[in-house]
């Protein structure tokens, strides 16, 4: 029997967190203060993860931070923040939002990242997920991520502090992402979020001058979504917990895709830029059209469906 | 994308104001109040209004020398190279048929687009150019060739009354309004006086456009650097309109997030 869409049921689950629809926010993107946060649930999305907030303030790097580049941006913003204690106050006023808030924490130590995780909770994160992989901070994010021993100590220390979900977000610039997925897991990490930027560059040849302040960045956008999806492809394969799937999704389709490989929700970033905020509605629509017309009855049942063999 | 182009001319407008021209075609099609952002290599990248756009090709920004970069820009020699993202960002709307257009400082240079519209679509102009001292104004010659247009005219206000008349554009605004001669205000400039102004538009029962300032880092709107309420400066400003205003009310003139995210006094 073909259902009407409106008869799907979207909803998903991702270690406890109930969502209506496996739509979120990606980190990085709008997520630093209440009023924009609340204007992307507002939009449709099933849920939504602030930026990356540390210890301490921090500035980032000068400009230039983001630039368009051939099918997506290049960015090293460099992690500016308010610190924890002071975001905390953003977090608190979103009391009431409706969708689960996801607080995207770093740090430059273990138990720096447990006490931010810490605090976040407190102040009324629904969940945590660790930057394990920003390609463009030395001391934190990828240099941490690129280490099992490291990443075991990460989620080990903030699992100890905090009883709320937690999620490593992992980064692609890695050998073997399913061996650091695995690593995370076996620490008591609750789910995978895969992947962060790839790390990448761009150079002006008028001036001879790579163009980020930074030099150095990290790629999203199209440009990296079938990196993105392999990565989820092959954590599905190594790990049994759930995977959020980011990466260059800006449509329906890229979702079904991310699912059919394995992730659970798929996280939107980049795409905001071209699409606007109707995108969260757009690809629950898309996906529940799709869904009807292949005879699902709700998307969970299309996660992992390419790994049959 | 970035384009890389060569400073074809730099006008001095005054003491701490330039204006410099370079041939881009896409900065050609700015509409008044969109603004680029502007590379100075090795230095910093920031958000400039269009000050002129001409049909053979050329483009203008005018920019203060108040920080780093724009010290660095304004010491930028013809020949030499500079980038150039945009147009970004909404434009000011033409809309009503008698327009008071306020300007301090700086804030007079995405006006100037605008004026020119207005004079397009015969609309009634009333332009009033507010600087600190005469040493401060910026296009006097292009306003007053301006004012020679019926329907145009054009007030000089300075705090000191070294030129034109004395005080604040926000008091010549007012008594404009209570002339009753006009329907709407454009305004650009420094934000304590986009606050009174807005107090103004309330009071006379007229409406509003004001370009609004904030730290700006991606231009496209995703980094969420330049937030004010829920808008986005870069994306869904800088020109936004009086029911807008009225919505961020409370942080107008008053609270912004600087570049760490912390919300200061603005």
Known sequence: MVRAPNCIDLSVRVSGLFMQNPTMLASGILGMSADTLRMVAESGAGAVVTKSVGLKPSSGYPNPTVIQVECGFLNAVGLPNPGVHKFAEEIKALRNLGVPIIVSVFGFSPEEYAKVARIAVESGASAIELNLSCPHVSGTGAEIGQDPKMIKQVVGAVKRSVEKPVFAKLTPNTTNIAEIAEAAISAGADAITAINTVRAMAIDVETHRPILANRIGGLSGPAIKPIALRCVYEIYEAVNAPIIGCGGITCWRDAVEFMLAGASAVQIGSAIAIEGFSIFKSICTGLAEYLARKGFRSVGEIIGLAHKK | ?266
Do not use: H
């Not at chain 2, 384009?3 to 050609?28: A, G, Q, S």
């Not at chain 2, 053979?56 to 030499?80: N, Q, Y």
């Not at chain 2, 554009?169 to 205000?185: F, H, M, P, Y």
């Not at chain 2, 231009?219 to 009225?246: H, K, N, Q, T």
């Open chain 2, 1 to 266: 994308m970035l384009r890389v182009v060569r400073i074809l001319d730099i006008k001095v407008e005054n003491p701490y104001v330039k204006t410099i021209f370079f041939n881009d075609e896409m900065c050609t099609l700015a509409e008044p109040g969109q603004f680029v952002m502007v590379w100075i290599p090795g230095i910093d990248e920031i958000p400039i209004s269009i000050s002129s756009v001409y049909p053979d090709g050329s483009s203008s920004i005018t920019v203060a020398a108040v920080g780093e970069a724009t010290k660095a820009l304004t010491e930028m020699k013809p020949s030499d190279l500079i980038g150039v993202r945009g147009p970004f960002g909404r434009s000011y709307r033409v809309i009503g048929k008698k327009a008071l257009v306020v300007g301090g400082g700086i804030g007079m240079a995405p006006l100037m687009l605008l004026i020119s519209k207005l004079i397009d679509r015969n609309v009634e102009t009333i332009v009033v150019n507010g600087a600190k001292t005469r040493d401060k104004i910026i296009f006097m010659e292009r306003l007053k060739n301006l004012a020679k247009s019926d329907m145009v005219s054009v007030y000089f206000v300075t705090e000191d009354g070294s030129y034109g008349l004395k005080g604040l554009a926000t008091d010549v605004a007012e008594e404009v309004l209570r002339s009753g001669k006009v329907d709407i205000i454009y305004a650009c400039g420094p934000e304590s006086m986009i606050k009174k102004l807005y107090n103004l538009a309330k009071a006379y029962l007229v409406d509003m456009q004001a370009s609004l300032e904030r730290y700006i880092r991606c231009a496209v709107g995703i980094c969420g650097s330049c937030v004010i309420g829920r808008y986005r400066v870069c994306r869904d400003g800088p020109v936004f309109m009086m029911e807008e205003l009225r919505e961020v009310e409370s942080c107008l003139g008053l609270i912004k997030y600087n570049e760490k995210g912390e919300r200061v006094p603005v």
